[in-house]
């Protein structure tokens, strides 16, 4: 129930103390999971103080039990160790402080870690932060490489001696983190997002060397996870050894399996490159030299064809034809012509021979009456009537005279 209160009516801290108890008491006791990040066993104390830590979410709370109770899973359980904690909430009303009274602690064995691991990986890639379209390019050549590694560790000392020994020119941007235990995850979460902030940084590695499942814990961290999810540069992680594979490795744009093979990854080696470089050139050269080969032997070719060693031979052919095909169709013309003229004189004969005027050559002539009518019968002609003669030089007026009569 809420408190009603005012400036005028306000309520001791005592009070309030007593009411904050009351209400954690009435929470029962609850079943806890965390890291153990301090551990006070002072001898002869009856009492174990600890203190259990959510590394994802960097809280911590305080934690008592009773020496019997921690003396039952003290060979295997030390700073560092994840663990089930069944405890009751306690405030302690006079430091206003909340605490954690312990029944019972498990630790939480690896089988149960990948179990759990297993879990939040099916979570996960059902929201696709895995899918291989998510995966962003590596920059081919990088002039700036953000590394995450633990200080003055292996991972960081392979990563850029490989690296620069690859290719010299190349610069670094390192973040030295907590790779193991509580503090690794807020730790590298905060150097990711560092890098990925800082606009000259062309890819992130995140690398340490190998370990336990306990120890690479950190790398499967749902915040971590998510956190490289959105970055907007391409994050490599080289976690571990070849057998080792955290969530990280899944969320990445690329796994390495080694920090070595993380530097050869993202630097190229500039021997390698050099003689890629003369390759080309010599593959290059030798397909330009191939080409000019193939085109020479091509326009040697061409220039031996007849055609080209004598250029003038087809138009003194083509001339050739051109006069022999002039005269024959002279001669055929030639030929046309005789036979029709022969055939016009043979048909002019003809027509003279059938012409009336080649008939009155011959010393005939032709009657004609005064309308032209030619006389062919002599009852056609009146006795006195006047005709016109036409002979083959000219024409002359004749008159029929009256027939004499026959003497019997």
């Given at each position: ?328 169709s002279r001669r055929v013309l030639g030929h046309h012509l005789d036979r029709a003229d022969s055939e016009l004189s043979h048909t002019r004969a003809r027509v003279r021979s059938l012409s009336p005027a080649a008939t009155m050559e011959r010393g005939y002539a032709v009657l004609q009456r005064a309308d032209g009518a030619v006389v062919r019968a002599p009852e056609e002609v009146a006795e006195g009537e006047e005709l016109r003669a036409r002979v083959f030089e000219g024409e002359f007026a004749v008159r029929r005279v009256p027939q004499p009569p026959s003497q019997s």
């Amino acid at each position: 129930m809420a408190l009603t209160t005012s400036a005028e009516a306000p309520l001791p801290v005592g009070e309030i103390s007593r009411l904050i108890g009351g209400w954690i008491d009435r929470l029962g006791a609850v079943w806890v999971e965390g890291q153990i990040t301090q551990l006070s066993r002072r001898p002869g104390a009856g009492v174990v103080f600890l203190t259990l830590r959510d590394p994802s979410y960097d809280i911590s709370i305080s934690v008592t039990c009773y020496r019997q109770v921690f003396d039952a899973i003290a060979d295997v359980v030390s700073e560092g160790a994840r663990v089930v904690v069944h405890a009751k909430p306690e405030w302690y009303a006079p430091r206003g402080q909340l605490s954690l009274r312990a029944a019972e602690i498990r630790p939480v064995g690896v089988g149960e870690l990948l179990v759990r691991l297993e879990q939040l990986k099916r979570a996960l890639g059902a929201e696709g932060l895995f899918a291989p379209e998510r995966k962003k390019p590596l920059p081919f050549l990088p002039q700036l490489v953000g590394l995450v590694c633990g200080r003055a560790s292996a991972a960081e000392r392979d990563v850029l001696e490989v690296a620069r020994r690859r290719w010299p020119a190349v610069r670094f941007e390192v973040r030295n983190v907590a790779v193991q235990g509580v503090h690794a995850v807020p730790q590298v979460v905060q150097a990711v997002k560092e890098l990925d902030a800082h606009g000259d940084v062309d890819v992130i590695v995140v690398a340490r060397g190998g370990g336990s499942v306990e120890d690479l814990l950190p790398f499967s961290d749902e915040q971590l996870i998510r956190a490289v999810a959105e970055c907007r540069t391409p994050v490599v992680s080289a976690i571990g050894h070849e057998p080792d594979s955290p969530l990280l490795d899944l969320v990445a744009d690329l796994r390495a399996a080694t920090p070595t093979d993380a530097a050869k990854k993202v630097v190229p080696d500039v021997g390698e490159e050099l003689e890629r470089v003369q390759s080309l050139r010599d593959r290059a050269l030798r397909t330009v030299r191939g080409l000019l080969d193939r085109e020479e032997r091509g326009l040697a070719h061409a220039l031996a064809r007849p055609v080209m060693e004598h250029p003038r031979r087809m138009v003194e052919e083509r001339d050739a034809e051109l006069d022999a095909l002039l005269a024959r169709s002279r001669r055929v013309l030639g030929h046309h012509l005789d036979r029709a003229d022969s055939e016009l004189s043979h048909t002019r004969a003809r027509v003279r021979s059938l012409s009336p005027a080649a008939t009155m050559e011959r010393g005939y002539a032709v009657l004609q009456r005064a309308d032209g009518a030619v006389v062919r019968a002599p009852e056609e002609v009146a006795e006195g009537e006047e005709l016109r003669a036409r002979v083959f030089e000219g024409e002359f007026a004749v008159r029929r005279v009256p027939q004499p009569p026959s003497q019997s």
